[in-house]
């Protein structure tokens, strides 16, 4: 609950930018101020209840449904925006009609680390202004226009967000990268989630993948500044590979396809969160 605190309180506290609405889903909690840092804030809202798990990318398609907002930007609520996160989502226009940025994390450990230097690994060869193959569901935006106009995200699994910058890139208006759209994220979920999310992204992805081009993704997946960090950046890499080849097309274990509610566990317990600030200027 700290993290969805600090969230609200940045976004109520940018100056100089007109804040239309927040529309927060709560995907079935169980506590009672799941909530509550929402409903203290000044802000206009919406509040949405799902009544069994959605998950994540069911969640944000039915936020968007609710929203009447110009400008669509995303957050999670185990990630901190910086002080100018609004500012620069509210940027987005016809011309560079979406942006995903850049992610830092808040946490330390091995899935933290491993998980960032994936990250990193995505920024390395990217400037600003670039086109990008994937849309950050967790820190990006887009014109409300634009994701109607593809049809919003055709995927709701683990990755289901990736599918906006897919319908992008078809309509000849690609997602663009914008490093200055920055949050601090909580990378690390434990062992066990990171490995069943693996798995989960490589059954949910639109394309079956080969034994040979398998082979060639697990070797360069190996990133991280040390050798824990690339192991386990490569086994993660084995297992998602595992799920691409054993994806079964029309499979009723697969969670992607269309915006239905997916069944993902997603409910987290997020402690403190440092501030961003500190996080930005060590990076």
């Not at 069943?196 to 034994?211: K, V, Y």
């Not at 274990?253 to 600030?277: H, L, M, N, Y």
């Amino acid at each position: 609950m700290a993290g969805l605190t600090e969230c609200v309180q940045r976004l109520g506290s940018t100056p100089g930018t007109t804040f239309h609405e927040l529309v927060v889903v709560d995907d079935a909690s169980t506590r009672p101020d799941a909530l509550s840092p929402v409903y203290a804030s000044d802000l206009p809202k919406v509040v949405l209840y799902n009544r069994e798990r959605m998950g994540a990318g069911s969640s944000r398609a039915r936020a968007v449904s609710a929203a009447s907002g110009d400008v669509l930007a995303f957050l999670d609520d185990d990630a901190v925006p910086r002080g100018d996160w609004l500012t620069v989502a509210g940027s987005v226009t016809e011309q560079r009609p979406a942006i995903s940025g850049r992610v830092l994390r808040l946490d330390k450990g091995l899935v933290s680390s491993a998980r960032q230097a994936r990250y990193d690994e995505r920024y390395r060869s990217l400037s600003a202004g670039d086109s990008i193959s994937f849309f950050a569901g967790g820190n990006s935006a887009i014109l409300t226009s634009a994701f109607r106009s593809v049809g919003g995200f055709s995927r709701s699994g683990v990755g289901g967000d990736n599918s906006l910058a897919e319908a992008l890139a078809g309509s000849g208006r690609p997602a663009q990268f914008e490093p200055e759209l920055v949050i601090a994220h909580r990378n690390g979920k434990g062992v066990r989630r990171a490995v069943l999310d693996s798995w989960s992204s490589g059954r949910d992805h639109p394309q079956p993948l080969a034994f040979p081009t398998a082979i060639q993704l697990v070797r360069a997946s190996g990133v991280g500044s040390s050798c824990t960090v690339r192991g386990f950046n490569r086994v993660l890499s084995i297992v998602h590979a595992a799920g691409r080849m054993d994806r079964r097309k029309g499979s009723s274990r697969r969670s992607g396809g269309a915006t239905s509610p997916g069944f993902a566990p997603q409910r987290k317990c997020v402690p403190d969160c440092p501030d961003i600030e500190a996080v930005v200027m060590n990076r």
